[in-house]
């Protein structure tokens, strides 16, 4: 094992609520907010969108674009929440925060036990988009802020919905309040057994309680290791191999393994007078921009090649004044050389601009006369990573080796996240560590 290692604190800051609006809609809530009873069952506790006019969901710390969904409790920088709405218009969509379990699942809190403040809020800041094909009315909100903080560590889904129809979610996403409670050694290695050694990355770390004391680590203390701040195929439930007084060890051989995969493709968006590199032609249309795309090729038997990427990520840009308001959005046609269909399971295009989904939204068809699997997405002008998964009918995960390949040497973020079960009955997150594959 390497030296200790400390999580990324973020750095001091305020939490204001924007105030900033083009609208003339009250940001005072009202008595007649939604309540979390109210939250409805066709929801999932995952990222998801319920309403295909919601575009480009972003959650990034204050300030900070690439930054991931993590809140410090006892240092509450905001996250910053946008979305688009291809309807147009100004409508009244609120939001509110749900407590959940270590595996996402509603947790027996009532609302006030974890937030301090009102169980629902408008979303007041919104706006216009100008000098684009496609119209769109821009979103935004900070949370925690001063009408809405959390006050218990834990997992956390983020729901938006009208106003007029709580039952009717647009969207959610998933973030993590956490406490620094318990510290880390951690290594990220070739894996122990032979036969993995050239495709996959072994996570092992203990888990160091000091003054936090855990009493029955085997029944209280959950694990989540995250790979790119996915959850689609995030590794739970592991259990310390050996434990020495406030250690706790997770040397597993292959339980903590994963596919290293392969580094990201990516899409320039972010200025249209001139064509992607990866493009066969850009076209200015009436009611959107163009873009076809080289069909990608399958790497699954490539040689490792160090490219750099931004690990799954997207930011949003563009070469005029306001990225947010600014961005025009780009019918984007994406093509995957590949000589046969995927009998009984499915191709899917997916990155952090669409939380990894593998739905109707991401699965790419087959079109027989081309040999090529195709896809268009209306994306917003920026910078985007992607790669593609495929999903088998005998087998429901998510297959990264069929057409990207994996190796051992690709450069990976990763996230250990450490639950422990309170009396208080709620998975309390009691420490969380940020490393990579060069163990920074």
Same mark, same amino acid.
């Given at each position: ?31 007649? /907010? ?198 689609? /195929? ?67 038997? !490539? ?50 601009? /669409? ?18 699997? !195709? ?35 690709? !450069? ?7 639950? /422990? ?20």
């Amino acid at each position: 094992m390497q030296n200790f290692c400390f999580p990324f604190i973020l750095t001091l800051s305020t939490m204001l609520l924007s105030l900033c609006s083009c609208t003339s809609l009250s940001s005072i809530p009202s008595a007649e /907010n939604p309540t979390i009873a109210d939250v409805p069952s066709i929801l999932e506790f995952t990222n998801k969108v319920y309403d295909q006019n919601i575009k480009t969901i972003q959650v990034f710390p204050k300030e900070a674009h690439l930054g991931s969904a993590y809140i410090d409790l006892n240092n509450q920088i905001p996250l910053e929440v946008h979305f688009d709405d291809l309807k147009g218009g100004f409508n009244d969509y609120r939001y509110r925060v749900v407590h959940c379990t270590a595996d996402w699942r509603p947790s027996d809190l009532d609302y006030a036990e974890y937030t301090r403040g009102f169980e629902s809020l408008q979303i007041d800041n919104v706006e216009s988009s100008f000098n684009t094909k496609v119209q769109y009315t821009h979103y935004q909100f900070e949370y925690p802020n001063d009408m809405m903080m959390p006050t218990l560590s834990g997992n956390y889904l983020i729901e938006v919905f009208p106003y007029n129809n709580p039952n009717a979610p647009l969207f959610s996403r998933r973030i993590v309040v956490y406490e620094q409670l318990v510290r880390f050694r951690s290594e990220l290695k070739v894996p122990t057994v032979i036969s993995e050694r050239r495709y996959k990355q072994e996570v092992d770390f203990d888990v160091v309680t000091y003054d936090y004391v855990i009493d029955r680590p085997y029944q209280d203390l959950d694990i989540a290791v995250l790979q790119n701040h996915r959850w689609d /195929n995030a590794i739970v439930d592991l259990k310390p191999v050996f434990v020495k007084g406030n250690e706790f060890t997770y040397d597993h051989d292959t339980e903590n393994n994963f596919d290293g995969g392969n580094e990201y493709r990516f899409l320039d968006l972010k200025d249209l007078r001139f064509m992607p590199i990866n493009a066969d032609s850009l076209r200015e249309a009436k009611e959107a921009w163009q873009l076809y795309l080289q069909a990608d090729q399958k790497r699954t038997y !490539e040689s490792y090649r160090t490219t750099r990427d931004i690990n799954g990520r997207f930011l949003i840009k563009n070469d005029l004044f306001d990225d947010q308001l600014e961005s025009d959005y780009v019918n984007v046609h994406f093509q995957l050389s590949y000589p046969l269909d995927v009998v009984g399971g499915g191709v899917y295009l997916v990155g952090d601009f /669409n939380g990894y989904v593998r739905d109707e939204s991401s699965k790419m068809r087959y079109n027989r006369s081309s040999k090529r699997f !195709e896809i268009n997405l209306l994306l917003k002008q920026g910078y985007y990573n992607y790669l593609y998964l495929t999903k088998f009918e005998q087998d429901d995960t998510a297959d990264i080796k069929f057409i990207e390949g994996t190796h051992q040497e690709t !450069e990976n973020e990763y996230t250990i996240i450490a639950y /422990n079960y309170d009396q208080r009955g709620y998975d309390r997150v009691v420490g969380i560590l940020f490393t990579d594959s060069f163990n920074r």
